[in-house]
T-cell receptor
Framework: NAGVTQTPKFQVLKTGQSMTLQCAQD?????MYWYRQDPGMGLRLIYY???????DKGEVPNGYNVSRLNKREFSLRLESAAPSQTSVYFC????????????????FGPGTRLTVL | AQSVTQLGSHVSVSEGALVLLRCNYS??????LFWYVQYPNQGLQLLLK??????LVKGINGFEAEFKKSETSFHLTKPSAHMSDAAEYFCAVSQSGTGRRALTFGSGTRLQVQP
């Protein structure tokens, strides 16, 4: 039982290149999230998917796209990477409403460290 | 709208000393509050949470936090610091109800424990 897995763990891109960050979960939770973490700024929400088939923008969505492939997988795509997207990216999951718990306790993956040159 | 303020980006204590990490929040509806810990090069791990009921909540590794509505605070404490507590700590808030589905995080406090 791995919980939340993310691939790759590290990536270096050149400006303008594209890539997709993958997230998969084995906890059967409905909601999935993508955050970025930058020094002194905490975690900021990029996109989230409340349930399979839905996605919504978060606080900092510009330059990103997402796909909720199925209940288990939620990918984040950078179409044309920029140095400002150098960050650590975290995927998180939560169970929302289905068990009566609406407080949104989230479980995090280990992160992907992305550097854009 | 909701927000979280963590006072002090860096806190240094001696081993065995009291740990106090401060968190204040703003929320237009009753909040749910969380503390997460992040060890170097790892993801975030839940330390404790407040949802409803008892305002003093106990978490893992000897940490606890008290929800004070009148002060809009949720400070994290541990009576005696251990070297293994050195990490970054994040306070987060989630709103009750059917609204926002994500957590809002504070900017984090890095705890250093001196021998």
């Amino acid at each position: 039982n791995a919980g939340v897995t993310q691939t790759p763990k590290f990536q270096v891109l050149k400006t303008g290149q594209s890539m997709t960050l993958q997230c998969a979960q084995d906890m059967n939770h409905n909601s999935m999230y993508w955050y970025r973490q930058d020094p002194g700024m905490g975690l900021r929400l990029i996109y989230y998917s409340a349930s399979e088939g839905t996605t919504d923008k978060g606080e900092v969505p510009n330059g990103y796209n997402v796909s909720r492939l199925n209940k288990r997988e939620f990918s984040l795509r950078l179409e044309s990477a920029a140095p400002s997207q150098t960050s650590v990216y975290f995927c998180a999951i939560s169970e929302w409403f289905t068990s009566g718990n609406s407080y949104n306790e989230q479980f995090f993956g280990p992160g992907t460290r992305l550097t854009v040159l | 709208a909701q927000s979280v303020t963590q006072l002090g980006s860096h806190v240094s204590v001696s081993e065995g000393a009291l740990v106090l990490l401060r968190c204040n929040y703003s929320s237009s509806v009753p909040p749910y509050l969380f503390w997460y810990v992040q060890y170097p090069n790892q993801g975030l791990q839940l330390l404790l949470k407040y949802t409803t009921g008892a305002t003093l909540v106990k978490g893992i590794n000897g940490f606890e936090a008290e929800f004070k509505k009148s002060e809009t605070s949720f400070h994290l404490t541990k009576p005696s610091a251990h070297m293994s507590d050195a990490a970054e700590y994040f306070c987060a808030v989630s709103q009750s109800g059917t609204g926002r589905r994500a957590l809002t995080f504070g900017s984090g406090t890095r705890l250093q424990v001196q021998p």
